[in-house]
């Protein structure tokens, strides 16, 4: 989904406390800068890292579900969502379509951050997982889409 819903739907799932938190928290962040020596160590560790136990993104998603579990269901898991069911849509769609080669490959691209959810997600067993045409509705709604909606303008306004 657009990276402009994502945002909308991460603002709205945040109550007024957990706004303020988070722009406290952004605030806090752009003013205290680490220091040269926490870089350099901090670079040094991820770099010299042959276990692979310093995983970065996973460290930085557990560290924003405690601090904000509601922006990481959204910024994470409902973008995890959205792309297995359009994945899945592309998969029926190659599959109906006709190929003189025979064999269809699909190549997926997708973030560090998303990969193993996307991967359990479509790991899950066919009929225990949704349709897309059940996920998606829900997952690109926001409260602003909706109140639009409900006003019953007939005029059309392009963001």
Do not use: Y
């Not at 973008?79 to 190549?107: H, N, P, W, Y």
């Amino acid at each position: 989904r657009p990276v402009r819903i994502t945002l909308l739907r991460a603002w709205e799932s945040l109550r007024l406390f957990g706004k303020i938190k988070l722009m406290l928290a952004l605030l806090w962040s752009s003013i205290k800068q680490p220091s040269e020596k926490e870089l350099r160590e901090w670079m040094e560790s991820v770099l010299n890292d042959r276990t692979g136990k310093s995983d970065l993104m996973k460290k930085a998603m557990d560290e924003m579900a405690k601090s904000f579990p509601t922006l990481k269901k959204v910024i994470i898991d409902e973008r995890d969502e959205f792309m297995v069911a359009k994945i899945k849509q592309t998969a029926e769609l190659l599959a109906c379509s006709t190929s003189k080669d025979g064999d269809r490959v699909m190549v997926v691209v997708i973030g560090a951050g998303h990969c193993g959810g996307v991967v359990e997600k479509l790991l899950l067993d066919a009929k225990s997982s949704p349709l897309p045409e059940e996920v998606l509705p829900s997952i690109t709604q926001t409260k602003r889409k909706l109140e639009d909606d409900s006003e019953g303008s007939d005029v059309v306004q392009f963001d």
